[in-house]
């Protein structure tokens, strides 16, 4: 069975998420701080008459934060019936893969928690890590109830 992934970059490296988790892909627009929210929270955004919550991907998955530019765009991504916006630094391609191209996670050297990954998949010459958002924005709400 294949997959088709939306491939973008944080902190020079690419990840991906499944096309059918993503609602819009927008530039970078106007976003509202919100008082006491945790730091990754970059406040909310109006994206065709409804208020999303904008987080800051790379400091959620405690990448290295880089300035933004042109390129960067928010993801917005449907999570069981609520939406979040996510701050990338480029959204670069849509690829289709197959299951079998799935790599489990290996004990790699990297600043994500594994948790966060559903797999590796090695496209063209890039290694690209597949995130699991259910598990990013789950772990997040435990976090922020208790």
């Known amino acids: 069975m294949s997959t088709q992934m939306v491939v973008f970059k944080l902190s020079n490296e690419e990840f991906a998420v499944e096309v ?21 929270v970059v406040g909310v955004t109006n994206l065709r008459g409804n208020i999303v919550p904008v987080i800051d991907l790379k400091k959620r998955l405690s990448l ?11 993801i917005v991504a449907l999570l069981q019936e609520s939406k979040v916006g996510m701050v990338v630094d480029a959204v670069s391609q849509v690829i289709e893969i197959e299951d079998s191209q ?6 790699i050297s990297t600043s994500v928690e594994s948790t ?11 290694l690209v890590i ?10 997040e709400k435990s976090k922020t109830q208790n």
Do not use: C, W
Request: proline residues 7%; glycine residues 2%.
């Open 130 to 139: 597949m995130l699991d958002l259910a598990k990013i924005f789950s772990d």
């Open 116 to 126: 966060y990954i559903r797999g590796i998949v090695k496209v063209e010459n890039l």
């Open 20 to 40: 059918s988790s993503v609602e819009a892909i927008i530039k970078l627009q106007a976003i509202t701080k919100v008082p006491h929210a945790p730091a990754h």
């Open 102 to 107: 799935i790599e489990a996670t290996p004990q």
């Open 64 to 74: 290295p934060a880089t300035e933004n530019s042109q390129d960067t765009r928010i």
